[in-house]
Each structure stands twice: as structure tokens, then as C-alpha cells.
């Protein structure tokens, strides 16, 4: 299995400013995945982000809001831009760590509170 | 595309007593099939996966689950609930024909919060 560690594990930002959220993984792994989890509701996948590629955003998702960066195979961050109280979730990294079993492990979360 | 349902969004049980805790899933193809945990304020734990063989899988805990592919349901179940197993718990649900490319995502079902009383 993968140890998965996220920064900062909560924050809590003022309207308009962005805050980036960093994932590191004790492993190289080639799919690491963005999710937001908001109060009381199920897990959304923000985008896929591969080493040396940019992320593919899902629907509703856009770079120019939620940019993500993926410098190597064991490291990604994810921004979130120009915050607003709507944008408060948690927001969780995850990576694949094998490919033939479609397991996915999950870092603690980055608890997100905007006023 | 592929969905997960879970019908219920909390699950109340005694002590002692077995739990079930049901998931359903639509897949255009054969589908890879999870469930995990969430304690309070902590990121999501695996507990246990269907890939193919056994319907009947075993995974962390004591949970296990059993995969009905007929009924579309892989619910989750353990004979005997402890207090310590009050948590909210996700099924999960991957297309294995789309495991590679674009189309691999996991999709969650909408969680279900299980209370376990003494």
C-alpha cells in the first residue's frame, strides 16, 4: 500500500484568496487522483493528474479554477482559486497503486473552510 | 456511465447483532467494486474489493461482502457490529472495460452513516 500524506491537513482562507494543497506520496505511482468531498455529501472527481501531462478535469471542473501541477511521480499539488464559501469541502489525493486492481488509497483529506 | 446507489442513508444497529449495509451499481461492462470507511475527520480507509472469483469476499475488520452480479448489489455486511464500527461507509464502483485511458474513474455511491449502539 501507499502512505499518502496532504498539507495542510485544514486551513481556513478569506473570499477571493486561493489555496494550494500539497500530496506526497512515499512511492512513485503514475495516476494520482483529485477529489472534493463537500459537507455532507459523496466524493467528486475533480480532475487526473499524470506525471509530464496536463490533468484531465471532469465535468464542471476547469484548470483556470482548480490548477493542478504533477512536477514528478511521487508528488502533485492542487490550487483552488479565488475561493468562495461554496468552495468549502474537503479535498482529498489519492493515487492508484496498481493498475490491474483499481484500488485507490486517499490521503487524510485538506479540510477547506472559506469565510 | 456508471453510478453506485446506496439507499439508505443511515443504518442503525445493536451491539453485537449483524449489519448490512447495502450498495447497488450500474456498469456498462464488468465491474471492479470497493468499499470504504470514513472515520470523523479522516481521509477514506479500503476495506475490501471485488475484482473477480469469489462472490463473497472478506476484508478489513471483519467486513465482508458479497457480490451478486444478478441483482447488480454488492452489499456489505459483518456478523457481529461493534460501537467501533460507527462510521460512514462508501461503495465504490470501477468499469474494468475502462480501467485504462481516459475512463478509469471511481465512482462513489452517496454514503451511508452507520451508528452502532450499545
Known amino acids: 500500500s501507499a502512505v499518502i500524506s496532504q498539507k495542510p491537513s485544514r486551513d481556513i482562507c478569506q473570499r477571493g484568496t486561493s489555496l494550494t494543497i500539497q500530496c506526497q506520496v512515499d512511492?512513485?505511482?503514475?495516476?494520482m487522483f483529485w477529489y472534493r468531498q463537500q459537507p455532507g455529501q459523496s466524493l467528486t472527481l475533480i480532475a487526473t493528474?499524470?506525471?509530464?501531462?496536463?490533468?484531465?478535469?471532469e465535468s464542471g471542473f476547469v484548470i483556470d479554477k482548480f490548477p493542478i501541477s504533477r512536477p514528478n511521480l511521487t508528488f502533485s499539488t492542487l490550487t483552488v482559486s479565488n475561493l468562495s464559501p461554496e468552495d468549502s469541502s474537503i479535498y482529498l489525493c489519492?493515487?492508484?497503486?496498481?493498475?490491474?486492481?483499481?484500488?485507490?488509497?486517499f490521503g487524510e483529506g485538506s479540510r477547506l473552510t472559506v469565510l | 456511465a456508471q453510478s453506485v446507489a446506496q439507499p439508505e442513508d443511515q443504518v442503525n444497529v445493536a451491539e453485537g447483532n449483524p449489519l448490512t449495509v447495502k450498495c447497488t451499481y450500474s456498469?456498462?461492462?464488468?465491474?471492479?467494486l470497493f468499499w470504504y470507511v470514513q472515520y470523523p475527520n479522516r481521509g477514506l480507509q479500503f476495506l475490501l474489493k471485488?475484482?473477480?472469483?469469489?462472490?463473497l469476499v472478506k476484508g478489513s475488520y471483519g467486513f465482508e461482502a458479497e457480490f451478486n452480479k444478478s441483482q447488480t448489489s454488492f452489499h456489505l455486511k459483518k456478523p457481529s457490529a461493534l460501537v467501533s464500527d460507527s462510521a460512514l461507509y462508501f461503495c465504490a464502483v470501477r468499469d474494468m472495460m475502462r480501467l485504462t485511458g481516459g475512463g478509469n474513474k471511481l465512482t462513489f455511491g452517496t454514503g451511508t452513516q452507520l451508528k452502532v449502539e450499545l
Open positions: 456498469v456498462s461492462g464488468n465491474p471492479y
Open positions: 512511492s512513485q505511482v503514475t495516476m
Open positions: 493528474a499524470n506525471q509530464g501531462s496536463e490533468a484531465t478535469y
Open positions: 471485488y475484482i473477480t472469483g469469489d462472490n
Open positions: 489519492s493515487v492508484e497503486w496498481s493498475a490491474n486492481t483499481g484500488e485507490l488509497f
